[in-house]
């Protein structure tokens, strides 16, 4: 709701399939436009914001309830690039755009390879990538006309992106 909206400065959300390069942007995007970069993966370790681990898909088993608690306070002021390989359980109003980085498969196979990613965890990854499932669920989360899809396979790529990003931060101006 933008009538709501008290923040002087924009929150985005980067998301995508892991390996795709929501870190490596955040963290460039956040130095580029003074924005504060919360990875959601190490806010969840640091904080003790999850329900044990799950030892099939070797990853926290997050508690989403504990996350947004976590952050309304931060959302709320502005100025944050949240970093997760999901965002259907943020509230919609949190952000003011949603980007969802995508990269060509040959590619990400083999960063996340290089991750030490193997077997179903490797190939769910890959999947999810070809089925644009994280495109799909930011759609269906947030309003369209916030979504972005950015190509993240080279440097280059991140390079432009943040810069593009950097630029829509400086243009972004509160609703009065
Ligand atoms: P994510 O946070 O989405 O899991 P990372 O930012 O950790 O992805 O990137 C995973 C690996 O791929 C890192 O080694 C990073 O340097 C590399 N990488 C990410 N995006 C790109 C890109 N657009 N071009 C080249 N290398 C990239
Ligand atoms: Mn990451």
Redo the contacts with the bound molecule.
């Keep these: 709701m933008a009538q709501d909206r008290k923040r002087q400065r924009p929150n985005i959300l980067?998301t995508?399939?892991?390996?795709?390069?929501?870190?490596?942007?955040?963290?460039a995007l956040a130095d580029a436009a003074q924005l504060r970069h919360v990875?959601i993966g190490d806010l969840v370790k640091e904080k003790n914001l999850h329900d044990g681990w799950d030892d099939e898909l070797q990853c926290y088993i997050i508690n989403e309830d504990l996350v947004c608690d976590e952050l309304e306070d931060f959302m709320e002021e502005g100025g944050i690039i949240v970093?997760h390989?999901g965002c259907d359980f943020f509230p919609e109003r949190w952000f003011d755009r949603v980007v969802v980085?995508q990269?060509e498969n040959s590619?990400l196979y083999d960063?996340?390879t290089?991750?030490g990613y193997e077997g179903a965890k490797l190939s769910n990854n890959i999947e999810c990538e070809i089925f644009q499932i994280l495109l799909e669920e930011a759609k269906e989360s947030y309003q369209e006309n916030i979504v972005v899809a950015l190509?993240?396979?080279?440097?280059?790529?991140?390079a432009r992106?943040v810069e593009t990003l950097a630029d829509w931060v400086k243009n972004w101006h509160p609703v009065s």
């Design positions: 980067i995508g399939t892991p390996g795709t390069g929501k870190t490596t942007t955040s963290s990875a970093d390989h980085l990269t590619i960063r996340l290089k991750r190509r993240s396979d080279t440097v280059d790529d991140v992106n």
